[in-house]
Structures are given as C-alpha cells and as structure tokens.
C-alpha cells in the first residue's frame, strides 16, 4: 500500500511514473540501491512496443507485448508497484497527486509517462485513424481487419468500397513494419481464410510525405525497403501527404482520394499532454528538455526521461527520437545516477549509444543498420532482427512462446491470434 | 460468399449453425462428404470450453482457448465458414435467416447453438454473478480480479469488505476447478504480487446445493476433491444454496451473508433461447428434444446437436448431461450420419461412449473416474489430465504454448496471463 505519511525508514524514496522502457529501465537500476522504489503506471502491465505490429497482424499474443510490472520490477526487494493515474506533480513540494491513491511524497522523482499519438492536425485522423503506440492500440487494429474480412466475406460491396484496403501513414520502421505485417497478414493468412475474396483487390499503400522510406537508413536500405515492400504487393507512394481521413476514404495532398476503411498511423508521436497539466512547459512537440544529466533545470531530484523528454544528443546537440532504445538507455542512465547519489558517488552526464538500426518488412525480409554504417538485409538481417528481439524479451516463457509463434507462423503460414475477442 | 442462390453444384448443401464442439465435430466428419458444407457461428473462433478457468486464472492466454474456425474447419475443400447471428429458421421450406447475411437454403440443417447460463432466477444473479460459459466470460472475470487486487493495493479497505472474497457455485467440474484454479491464483501468484495483502483475507468459498461436491464421481473421489480444496485454503460449504447476488454481498439460503465482491457462476446452463424463437418447442432447461438418430422429430434432415438438445442416453433413456464430450460425439455422429445419407448408406443410432470424468484442482491435485469405476487421483491424475487435454488441443502451435505456460506455472509460479487490457 502506497501512502503519503513519511517514509518510516531513513532511506530516500524514489517515485518512478510510467512503466514503459525508461520507467522500467530506471526501476531494475535501482534494484541494489538503498531506496525505497515505487513504480506507478495508469496499468499493470509494461508494453513492448517493438513488437505492437505482430500483435495487430495476429502473429503474437497480448501478453507477448504486455508484460506484468509486478514481474519486471515489482519483485525487487525495494520496489513497490502501484496501478494508478498521475494528477498532479508539485516539483517544490515534491509531491505527486493521484486520481484513487493517496499523494505520494518523494526524494526523487522519474517522469517518464510516455507519448501520445501526433496527428499533426490532420483532419479527421483523431477519430477514423488507428493508432500504434499502445496495446489497446493494437488489439483494436486486429480487431478492426478481422472485422472487416468477415464483413466482406458477407457482402462482397464492401471490396468494391475498399472495404479491406489499408493505408499506412509514415515511411519510418513504425510504418514499414507495419506494412510489411499487414501485406503478410492479407496474402498468407486471409489469401487462406477466404479463398472466395480476390486478394488482388485488398491494397495495403503505404504513404511517406519525404521523398523516400526509411530516412534514417543508408540508401541501400532505403532502396531495399521499396523493392521488399513493392515485391509483397505494397503500393509505396513516397512524396506523398495523407491531407483528410474519413471512415472509408483517405485524401492525399495531391488531392487525389483512396477508397480505404483502415487508415494506421504510424507517422509522429508528442510528448504526453500531463507535463502540460502538472504546470511543466514543454517545447516542441510537448516534450519537456532537460539538462545532459536527464534532470529538469533547477531540480536536480527530478529526472525526466524516454518519449516525454527532450533530450539532446552529447555530441551533435540534436533533440534525440523517441526510440525505445533513447528511452531504455536514458532510464538506466537515471537509475544508475540515483544510486550514485544515495551511495554519495560522482555522477556521469547521459551519452546516448546508438546501437543502429533494425527493421522486420516480413518472411525472409528485413533491414539492419550497425554503428559505423555496415548493414544487413535478408534473411541474414531477419536472423540478426529474431537474435536481437528475443534477447529483449523479458522471460525465458516469453521467448519460448515467441518461437513458437513465429516458428508456427513460417512453418505453416498460421497466425492463432488473429481472431477477434470483443468482451463487453 | 454465401448466397440464397440455388447451389451451383448438384451436391446437396449441410448448413451448420454453431461453432463449438458439436458444430465443428459435425463439419470434420463431413470433411470427404460429397457435400456442400457452411458452418456459421456468430464469432470468428471455436471455444475450447474445458480450459476457460485457466483463461480466468491467468494462466493461459485467449488463443490458447479460442481457435479460428476457419482454420478448424474452414481449410477443408469443400467447406466454407461465415460469422454471422441467426435470427431464423423456417424447417418447412428449409431456410436460414440471419442479421447481415443472406438467408441460406439447406438439403440438411445441423442446429448446434450451444446454451447459456441458467441463474435458476436466483435474485440479481444475472446482473452481477460471473458466468464461466464463453471467452468473453472468462476474460471479463480475470480483468475483474486484477483489478480487484489493484483496487484492493491501493485502498487496505476494500479487503476489510471482502473486496478479494471470491464465492464459486456449483460443486460440478467446473465450480470445482474454478475455485482449484483461483485459490492457486491467489496463493501462488498473487501472494508474490502483492506482498502487502494479507492473504489470509482473501478468501475462495465454494458452494454446492448438494450434499457434497462432484455428484457424478465415485464417494472416494468426492473425498479426495473436498480434502484437496480444504488444504488449498478454499472453504468448501456443501448443502448450502446462494438465494440472492449483490456488487458486494452474497446471500446464502440459510440467511448467512458472505462478503465477496466477485460470484462465479459454475453451476447451470440451459438451451439457447433461439431454439424458442425460431419456433421449436423446447423442453426442460430450453433444450430440444430429438429422437435417437439426433433428429427433430418429422424432420430427418434436421439434426440438433451438443448443449442445445435433449438426447436421450441409449441404454439409461435419461437426458445426457451438457458437456464437451456429449456434443463432441453427437456432432460427429451427425456429420458421420449426413455423410452417410448424402453416400446412400446405411445409419446408425447415436450411442454416447461415456470415456470417464477428469477434473483438475490444483498442482499436483486432479480426479480421473474412468469407465467402469477406476479412479486415479494426484499427480498421476494430473498427468493424465495433461495428456488428454493436450490431445484434444487443435495444432501443435497450441499444444507447444500450452506446455510452455503450464511448465512455466509449475516452475516459476508465474502467470503472464493475469495482466488486465482493456480496449475501449
């Protein structure tokens, strides 16, 4: 039970909010440390995020990508987990209010609750797109596609309405990722499930507004990317801007309009609006800066970190991207920081290692970008993606379900979790 | 596509209504048949009804219990799946109508739409009791008791009422694996989770109207599963009946009021009401009466299957229970017999093959009653539980992720199951 009566110990207390990578990353750091450790998030469980897309495509289960923060963190001896919703942060009163538990007083604080989606004000985007950045996010995709197959499986109308096409919004891996599922999804799986649907008539576009996919990569990639994705029937319009989206059309910039019932966002994200609400001023994109110590000018105690965070590179002085990797990195770079505190040891400043790049587009397809420019693609960079994936998986159980998932996804074209369960 | 239109083919066309045991058994007996087969069930998946308490528990994931019909039977050449609800039958002119699918004409109907819940008009029962019947059923209660917990972490109160106090009804296999399963829940797991919560609080009571659990099993079974319950913590009132359900209170027939704020329902099913509202007169519990080849009586064509009907038992000429294994063979007879009549061969009457009762209770704790009187108890039976359930699991994708989950259980005590999403 959490409370805001002082801390009967003499050890400070550490008050993490957000339970993604930087929450998390922050919480195992402080695993030894001579704190009391509480870690709260709007839900009890951690979302794995670079898996979303193989949720949505009904190649994994829910508790694939959600993992229980009891497990993760709230097993450590000097951690508490609590399942709550932040409404209020008083920096000088170092005081955190919830909407059902009662205010929790802190030493430190880790503020790192995460993202929203941006729809750039994109008109129509917030209630016809579907976005990717959360579990329910996901499940509410697959849903949505499976939905949608049986409907035109009963009124053959709805292909001629492009009832089954997707657009997919963002040439970064969010959009290329989830292009390459979805294409895999439709000519492997539905090509089976309903023989009596011409395949050909069920598009998946992705749109880039730059000139071309996947900016971040070498241009061997970028043009591997293309042809992958244009190999497996995804019509790839670079240059291009989604301008309007209503339930079943999608315009462009161009003016041009696609008959499409599914339009998936996967293009921008901003800082979540609580830094706004907690009094915090946030720059560009809602994300608040911090110092090279991660920590908010003029609070030393209070650490901002991952998606929510401005955080500027050590050596270019650029805003870093909201990557999972940022966030993890940043959030054991906090964990460790406090810990040195406590114990009265020197603290480093935060230099963000960049471990290069990784990117699935599908069966025998992916993309891989190391530290110095040597890349990979094919089979090769799928092996290296599934190395790299499973080891960031956090449990043996997880692992060994994964592989039989992906295993049973190669082997015989089978995806168990693309039903769809509505509980009311 | 499914159409009103006059089947193209001379084959005679077998239109199935339900998806479950019965429905699906019936379509895979119909596999080679010169038929023309459509089996249409209102969702995407077949429930695999036995392991839906370890759905509720955590310990299994939705796809590990519910299984894309068209991969169970709709892979078959000449078979095609369509989800939809019917809204009618008209066995004169032998037609099927639905909400959004075309009505479909039949040469032969197997009518398999399972049941619901029977509250026996206990008061408020229907509004807050805990069916155990469908998928959604068992999600909807596993996201109820993690929240309860993380409710009850939050405020110490709750427990004071009985927030985590769970009563279970019925003392058949299911009540009595659900109340095995949740003490195991909150014992093992919970206990860990959340550290703070005095267990002993938390209370697991099941009730059984009878004088004792397990009626169907031997007296040395119904020993060993009262004694198995009662060291698992879980108080076991039999002879005791619940008159009246509230959010919070449960209130037994002898006027003893339990504090419980979740009431699992294991106890009673009756017929689907749509038997009753496409005109078929059915019988004690909503079930339909059908003669000894499965049929309605006047209508040879006409088979009604599994939870729905009233079969009379070959030998004893009482009605069989409402379990897997009666709609399982009943379904396969039926489509065995349309196979038959389709291939002008001779039928046979439907003889239900009694193969025993298993039921497990917890680690290392299961009953086994095979035919004609041998029992197994303890590990040996739950041996033999895993094997048998294992078997009847649908691929070795889902046999694999069962035998990672219950070794993972059994090894680290820890469920991945048991996080709470919920999409909105």
Known sequence: MA????????????????????????AQKLADAHAEVILIDRHDYHTFQPLLYQLASGLLETTAVGHSLRDLVGHQDNTT??????????????????DDLA???YDYLVLALGAEVDFFGTEGA???????????????????????????????????????????????????????????????????????????????????????????????????????????????????????????????????????????????????????SIGLAPERGNRIAVGSDLTLPGHPEVFVLGDIAAIADAKTQQVLPQLGSVALQSGEHAGDTISRMIAGRRTKPFAYRDKGTMAAIGRGAACVQMLGGRTM???????????????????NQDRAKAIVDWAGAAVTHQRSGRISVRVD
């Open 3 to 26: 409370s805001s009566e002082s801390s009967p110990s003499a050890r400070p207390r550490v008050l993490i909010l957000g339970g993604g990578f930087a929450g998390v990353g922050a």
């Open 377 to 395: 693609t094919g089979k090769k960079a799928q092996f290296a993606w599934i190395t790299v994936h499973l080891a960031l998986l956090p449990t």
């Open 103 to 105: 205010p929790i007083a």
């Open 126 to 276: 917030a209630d016809h797109a579907f976005p990717m950045y959360t579990l329910p996010h996901a499940v509410r995709l697959k849903d949505h596609l499976v939905e949608r197959w049986e409907a035109a499986d009963r009124d053959p109308a709805l292909l001629e309405d492009g009832g089954l096409n997707i657009v997919v919004v963002g040439g970064g891996p969010t959009g290329v990722e989830t292009a390459g599922a979805m294409t895999e999804l439709y000519r492997s799986e539905f090509a089976k499930d309903y023989p009596d649907i011409p395949q050909e008539q069920a598009r998946v576009t992705l749109v880039e507004a730059g000139p071309e996919l996947f900016s971040m990569f070498e241009p061997k990639l970028r043009h591997y990317a293309t042809k992958a994705l244009t190999d497996r029937d995804v019509d790839v319009l670079a240059g291009e801007r989604v301008a309007s989206v209503s339930p079943t059309r999608v315009t462009l910039g161009s003016g041009a309009v696609l008959n499409a019932h599914t339009l998936i966002w996967g293009a921008g994200l901003q800082g979540s609006p609580v830094g706004r």
């Open 81 to 98: 987990v609590h399942q709550a919703t932040v409404t209020g942060v008083d920096v000088d009163a170092r005081e955190v209010r919830f």
